[in-house]
T-cell receptor
């Protein structure tokens, strides 16, 4: 089944404790992206990747890192999480970039205490 | 820079009546525009997209949207609402390169029996 998977789905952590949210897609998509969703703000793009080893900042990259060492994986790294990073995070992939149909993962709900 | 404004945060309709979800955009170039739907506790799914072809775009589940450049609008409509349409809807614009996506704040559609 074609899908985007994220792990973990739920995470409660404390300020400053490094964490990684994994994202994997099995559709051989070149484009992958991370978003955070906050009430009233819609989704905001954190980082995107056009292909392996090619990443770029979205609208809200501060406090986040990404890497794209393999085509299928695009992990989101929070080196020192803070409470303002409490949010719902979505990973998405697309065959043809931002203009293509985005396939979204199920989301990761992160709480930073 | 681009931006998207969804004019209503909540819309309530009765089952069988028309749906209108309003979206205005700002862009310095000819944009690509999308509508995505998010059902409760789910990821997002593409409803329809406009990429400089026909200005009236038909999507899934009977939804359609009309691109009006003079009004910088991309409103989503459906002739007859169904209970299963209750969800949150996001209007999205992509940048000139088709890499960065900007989401509106979302419109929650409620359908009354």
């Amino acid at each position: 089944e074609a899908q985007v998977t994220q792990n973990p789905r739920y995470l409660i952590t404390v300020t400053g404790k490094k964490l990684t949210v994994t994202c994997s897609q099995n559709m051989n998509h070149e484009y992958m992206s991370w978003y955070r969703q906050d009430p009233g703000l819609g989704l905001r793009q954190i980082y995107y990747s056009m292909n392996v080893e090619v990443t770029d900042k979205g609208d809200v990259p501060e406090g986040y890192k990404v890497s794209r060492k393999e085509k299928r994986n695009f992990p989101l790294i929070l080196e020192s999480p803070s409470p303002n990073q409490t949010s719902l995070y979505f990973c998405a992939s697309s065959l043809t970039g931002g203009n293509g149909t985005q396939y979204f993962g199920p989301g990761t709900r992160l709480t930073v205490l | 820079a681009q931006s998207v404004t969804q004019l209503d945060s909540h819309v309530s309709v009765s089952e069988g009546t028309p749906v209108l979800l309003r979206c205005n955009y700002s862009s310095s170039y000819s944009p690509s525009l999308f509508w995505y739907v998010q059902h409760p506790n789910k990821g997002l799914q593409l409803l329809l997209k406009y990429t400089s072809a026909a200005t009236l775009v038909k999507g899934i589940n009977g939804f359609e949207a009309e691109f009006k450049k003079s009004e910088t609008s991309f409103h989503l409509t459906k002739p007859s609402a169904h209970m299963s349409d209750a969800a949150e809807y996001f209007c999205v614009v992509s940048d000139n390169a088709g890499n960065m996506l900007t989401f509106g704040g979302g419109t929650r559609l409620m359908v009354k029996p």
